[in-house]
């Protein structure tokens, strides 16, 4: 059974920073790129960032470059976003999902998510 | 990377069909075949429902249905059932290994 387990999240000051953890089981997860998607408090998904199965192709969205780095470890079978420079409109709840096993078309398995408040 | 557009809201009767829009522009939706959805219920994390617009991930129900037209790519859900009262995204490649949610449509069973 594939298993996505977020943590990490908390209350932080503006300005701030935050290491968000997913640790995966239940596949092969050498072979799947990652995903790590937020939605804030009544809000719709916001894609965050992305990293392949190798690292070698990562990619952020606008509202967190610069400021935010994905990374994984294969060895331990997790996925990290280490964040930096915390905005309140940073809050939300942090999902870490796994691309799909139908050619990384989409994300087929999703975490509980873990909350990051960024406030003051 | 704009979100894509979905209407807010949508309702229907059990039994009926209802459609969702999610509207992109030529560099996501209207470039890739590589739209999918997502059901929602309160407090719990997203489902995928459909990959490359209109293929259906083992176990879910062939109620569930996809299209893509141009830059607009939809959702059908045939026989709504009152279990279907959820709120619905869709996602589409952007390009450059990105990826843009659209915002959500909350669906009401009456």
Known sequence: EVQLVESGGGLVQP???????????GFTFNDYAMQWVRQAPGKG??????ISWNS????????????????RDNAKNSLYLQ?????????????CAKDSSSGGNGFDYWGQGTLVTVSS | QSALTQPASVSGSPGQSI??????????????NLVS??????????????????KRPSGVSNRFSGS???????????????????????CSYAGSNTWVFGGGTKLTVL
Do not use: H
């Open chain 1, 15 to 25: 300005g701030r920073s935050l290491r968000l953890s997913c640790a995966a089981s």
């Open chain 1, 45 to 50: 998904l916001e894609w965050v960032s992305g």
């Open chain 1, 56 to 71: 070698y192709s990562i990619a952020y969205a606008d509202s967190v470059k610069g400021r935010f780095t994905i990374s």
């Open chain 1, 83 to 95: 964040m930096d420079s915390l905005r309140p409109d940073d809050t939300a709840l942090y999902y």
């Open chain 2, 19 to 32: 459609t969702i829009s999610c509207t992109g522009t030529s560099s996501d939706i209207g470039s890739y």
């Open chain 2, 37 to 54: 959805w997502y059901q929602q219920y309160p407090g719990k994390a997203p489902k995928f429902m459909l990959y490359e617009g209109s």
């Open chain 2, 68 to 90: 893509k037209s141009g830059n607009t790519a939809s959702l059908t859900i045939s026989g709504l059932q009152a279990e279907d009262e959820a709120d619905y995204y869709c």
